[in-house]
């Protein structure tokens, strides 16, 4: 198992996968040139457009970029350079560029043809075309306009809305031309859309979307009068139109000259720009004075608190996630907002969201600027006739020739899937504005792509989302937006982000039995009377089949009783004969241990005064062992009491005191280890005073389950043995693997391994900690002023395989702590551990004390090292942020710990604190899921089955159990008895994600 950290920071909310980017720029200050130098020789450059993979599209009426020949249209890569496998060259400049999703490029302008390959003749394409990802020309696209094309809008159903001067279409070989005032809808193919003929009486320069489909556009015209009206509606500079074609009568701005550029903001706020002085919209009784500048709301009223006042014309807009607003024009200065005084503004300029001047941005081209886009880093792309520019007072102008790339602020965005039925994409800062966006998802690490839809606004935010989906487990994510860009910001760009995602899903909390439910076998076993129901239920186990076992009170009336259940079967209650008791009937019942074969044992009372241990291994129900049993051996020796147990699935291991001066029994000889099966009932494994290892057996001491959380014993087959602790009358200690029989020393005092430090030896052992019957461990102190031993790095945790010898260094006191992806914590060192527990596949877990750059509540924390990783991971730290808990607490200390095996990582029981904690939601149980996080499972004051969970009895070894596990399996399965605020109680499954 590899419990791995995170890859990337996450913003956590409960139950959440989050997967986050943050894009920056370079550290110069925005508006300053980043070094591309795109060296464009020719009149201007009229668009710019970002492709998903950072590729650069502009357009224009040029011949060569940075020396290479590239009539009206070029490519640069990312970093600034010449794509040089991508020449179109159109006959004439090109006003417009839109990517398509599917990478293709629609290319808008003046020309007549292009010509991609030299050798071949040119390819008719009159003022629209769309181009393949590498150039060419697509084949199958041919609208045909007789005259120019300035804008380009892609709409969400694939269609293409186009403007500009022209007044017919002849699109893919039609036989006669359709006449078409200036502005068009196309079909996905090129084909002309019939239903759409909104028949402007002047040139179209600028489109825009708007959320409810609307589509906003502006120009030289006066009026429209879409096929079958009767009248001209008259509509000066700017209109919107319904998805028909239809003229939307209520709105209407009326500038009095032409509107060259459309933004529109996220919330719904329209700005425009162009050559207008004044607008009076909707009918207003005056005009309203507004130079080249201004902001709609959605209704086409004017903004009153929006006045930049340029004082030359805008060709360009776009807009920043955070409000700010870049135009590029003929403009020298602006006056914004009724200001004293107008300040310079050389063609390029922002504002900041209420129309006030960035007094930090301030470019300074040497002459216009058509074009203004924004780049997914946030960087600025500018083009138009400018040779120079002279940023933020520079003492002297640079040349820059018609295209510049400038530098911005941090544009911080992310990817998000907070409940696996959504993703979201989160925007801000200088990220551009994006008018559209799509997701998508990648399941073969993005060979191939399926889309997930159309993502809708986060309110009026600058986010994004789509709900309602069914995600894989993993995948990758990819999320693309269109930006707006080119003069009459005509062009659009396509931003992208993508990640990779680890789901995470909710844990499944599954209520299993509650009180008040019918008891199983009520009416039918005989001591259980109809309609009894559960009173008291106690914490339960589980295995690895899924199944549960649990104590229970049952009350019928004035009738109670005290039963084990197995799932919803009764296997023994009390009242009910004891098997090989004499006649005994129990009277008391301990908590079950459950086998992964559905066995169960238990310790009881009898009727008779008698503790034994019973236990259903073996097919019916019998007596392993009790009280006052006489054993074969030690030959005449009875039974005190049995102290624990652990039940395997051939046997059962008991530990307990012999009666003194019976059989030859003394208090140097007086406890047991011994293994009972079906078959041939208890034989001895160890007792104390018997000869051991050249020496005589002190005391020994298996695996008591003294603490929550501790994993099972080795014994799990007929040979397996139990890890045991032994002190020899000469004073040694031995780790033993014991077994009727079979006694294996592992390690002893004075002795070395492969993994402890050239010249060091055991000095002292832990309790042994085994699991699965393949892995062994434990603390080890190491013989001090031996190998540079001292008191201060002596602990160490141990651990080995089945045929190993405590042979795998864990980690050592003294040693650097590490983080959560495994580098040291500054100035942190191990201090001390406790028990150390494992899995069969080698993954250890343990809580650690530590020295250093520690205060009283950080000082403790759990660690997890999974099985050949090269240092262990940190998964929790006291005063640390708790995963998936909100914002404010942190961890208080911890309660349990747990290491299953199988695909389940560690499980901790903790106590949190902070502001926002109480008493009735301090507590809880965390788990490592499959991709190695650290999850929230179940914690106090959750709703579980429509009810608040006042507390939780979870990670619990059986009382009086050689270190069986109780309440989770190694199938990620974990049981817990919740009480709730109600006063009603229940056994609840969790699965860990």
């Known amino acids: 198992m590899n419990h791995r950290p995170r890859l990337s920071v996450a913003l956590c909310t409960s139950l959440a996968l989050v997967w986050s980017l943050s894009l920056q720029p370079a550290a110069a200050a925005p508006g300053e040139p980043d070094g591309t130098d795109a060296g464009v020789s020719g009149t201007s450059v009229l668009t710019t457009a970002v492709q998903p993979d950072g590729k650069i599209l502009i357009g224009g009426d040029f011949t060569t970029v940075q020396g290479v020949s590239r009539p009206y249209l070029a490519r640069l890569l990312a970093d600034g350079t010449l794509d040089a496998s991508f020449q179109p060259r159109p006959s004439a400049a090109v006003y417009s560029v839109s990517v398509q999703p599917d990478g293709k490029i629609l290319v808008a302008g003046d020309f007549v043809t292009l010509q991609p390959d030299l050798s071949q003749p040119a390819i008719s394409r009159r003022r629209i075309a769309r181009l393949l990802p590498d150039g060419s020309v697509d084949a199958g696209f041919d609208p045909q306009a007789n005259g120019p094309v300035y804008a380009v809008l892609a709409l969400p159903d694939g269609r293409i809305v186009l403007g500009g001067a022209f007044d017919s279409l002849r699109p893919n070989g039609a036989p006669v031309a359709t006449t078409r005032q200036f502005i068009a809808r196309l079909e996905p193919d090129g084909s002309l859309d019939g239903g759409f003929n909104p028949m402007a009486n ?46 939307d009568e209520d709105f209407d701005p009326k500038a009095d000259n032409w509107v060259g550029s459309l933004a529109v903001q996220p919330d719904g706020k329209i700005v425009i720009g162009g050559a207008f002085t004044s607008l009076q919209p909707n009918g207003a009784l005056s005009a309203t004075t507004r130079w080249r500048l201004a902001r709609l709301h959605g209704d086409g009223s004017l903004d009153g608190g929006f006045n930049p ?69 946030g960087k600025i792309l500018i083009g138009g006739l400018f040779s120079t520019l002279q940023p933020n007072g520079a003492p002297v102008a640079t040349a820059w020739h018609r295209f510049a790339r400038l530098e911005n602020d941090p544009a911080p965005q992310m990817l998000e899937i907070p409940d696996g039925a959504t993703v979201g994409w989160r925007r801000g800062g200088a990220a551009p504005e994006l008018g559209r966006v799509t997701f998508d998802l990648s399941t073969d690490g993005g060979a191939s792509w399926s889309p997930l839809g159309e993502g809708s606004r986060v309110g009026t935010t600058a986010d994004w989302e789509r709900t309602g989906l069914s995600l894989p487990a993993t995948g990758l994510l990819r999320a693309r937006g269109l930006g707006l860009g080119g003069i ?25 039995i509650r009180k008040g439910d019918a008891v199983p076998g009520a009416g039918v076993h005989p001591l259980i009377p109809a309609g009894a129901v559960f009173a008291t239920l106690y914490p339960p186990a589980t295995n690895g089949s899924g199944q549960v076992a649990y104590r229970a009170k049952w009350k019928a009336g004035t009738a109670s009783g005290y039963g084990i259940f197995l799932d919803s079967s009764a296997v023994v209650v009390t009242g009910e004969a004891a098997p090989d008791s004499g006649g005994a009937t129990f009277k008391s019942l301990g908590d079950p241990q459950l086998s992964d074969g559905g066995r169960v044992a238990f310790l009881a009372i009898t009727s008779a005064g008698t503790k034994g241990l019973f236990t259903d291994l073996g097919g019916s129900l019998r007596r392993a062992v009790a009280q006052g049993e006489t054993l074969a051996a030690p030959a005449g020796a009875r039974v005190k009491p049995v102290l624990t147990f652990h039940l395997g699935e051939t046997g059962i291991d008991w530990q307990g005191r012999l009666v003194d001066g019976v059989g030859g029994v003394t208090k140097a000889s007086d406890t047991v280890l011994h293994r009972w099966t079906p078959a041939g009932g208890s034989v001895q494994t160890l007792r104390e005073g018997q000869a051991l290892m050249g020496s005589t057996l002190k005391a020994f001491y298996p695996l008591a389950a003294s603490a929550p959380g501790q994993t099972q014993d080795r014994n799990d087959g007929p040979d397996g043995g139990v890890p045991v602790l032994a002190v020899l009358a000469t004073g040694s200690q031995h780790v033993l693997e014991a077994a009727p029989g079979a006694v294996t020393s592992v390690a002893q005092t004075g002795g070395t391994s492969a993994g402890t430090p050239a010249g060091t030896v055991f000095g002292a052992f832990g309790l042994p900690f085994g699991a699965d ?18 008191t201060a790095n002596a602990l160490a945790i141990l651990a080995g395989s089945a045929s190993g010898n405590y042979d795998t260094l864990v980690a050592r006191q003294g040693d650097a702590a590490t983080d959560g992806a495994g580098a040291p914590l500054g100035g942190v060192t191990y201090k001390g551990f406790r028990q150390p527990l494992f899995s069969g596949e080698g993954d250890t877990a343990y809580l650690a004390a530590l020295a250093g750059a520690v205060t009283t509540g950080t000082d403790t924390g759990i660690w997890s090292r999974p099985a050949g990783a090269v240092a262990p991971l940190l998964l929790a730290r006291e005063g640390g942020e708790v995963a998936e808990a909100g914002v404010g607490p942190v961890w208080g200390k911890f309660t349990a710990l747990a290491q299953p095996g199988g695909a389940t990582g560690p499980l901790i029981g903790g106590a949190l604190a902070g502001a926002t904690v109480t008493r009735a939601n301090d507590a809880g149980l965390w788990g490592v899921d499959s991709v190695g996080a650290l999850r929230v499972l179940l914690r106090e004051g959750a709703t579980v089955d429509g009810k608040t969970v006042k507390a939780l009895h979870v990670l619990k070894a059986v009382p009086g159990s050689l ?31």
Not at 223 to 228: E, R, S
Not at 488 to 512: K, R
Not at 773 to 790: N, P, Q, S, Y
């Open 963 to 993: 270190g069986a596990t109780r309440s989770f399996n190694d199938q990620g399965e974990v049981v817990a008895l919740v009480l709730y605020t109600n006063g009603s109680s229940a056994i609840v499954r969790v699965t860990v994600p």
């Open 202 to 247: 002047h040139v179209v320069l600028c489109l825009a979307l708007e959320p409810g489909g609307g589509i906003l556009l502006g120009g030289l015209f006066t009026g429209l009068q879409p096929a079958g009206a009767p009248t001209m509606a008259e509509r000066q500079y700017v209109a919107r139109l319904l998805g028909d074609g239809s003229v």
């Open 309 to 377: 006042t340029a004082n030359g014309n805008v060709y360009g807009l776009a807009l920043q996630a955070d409000g700010k607003i870049l135009a590029g024009g003929t403009f020298t200065t602006l006056q914004p907002n009724g200001a004293p005084a107008a300040t310079s503004r050389s063609f390029v300029a922002r504002l900041l969201p209420d129309g006030s001047l960035d007094a930090g941005f301030d470019p300074r081209a040497g002459d216009w600027v058509y074009s203004v886009a924004i780049q997914g880093d």
């Open 773 to 790: 019957g393949e892995w062994i461990g434990g603390l080890v102190k190491l013989k001090t002023g031996v190998g540079g031993v001292t």
């Open 488 to 512: 009459y910001s005509g062009s659009q760009g396509l931003i992208e982000q993508t990640a990779a995602f680890d789901l995470i899903v909710d844990p499944v909390i599954q209520p299993l």
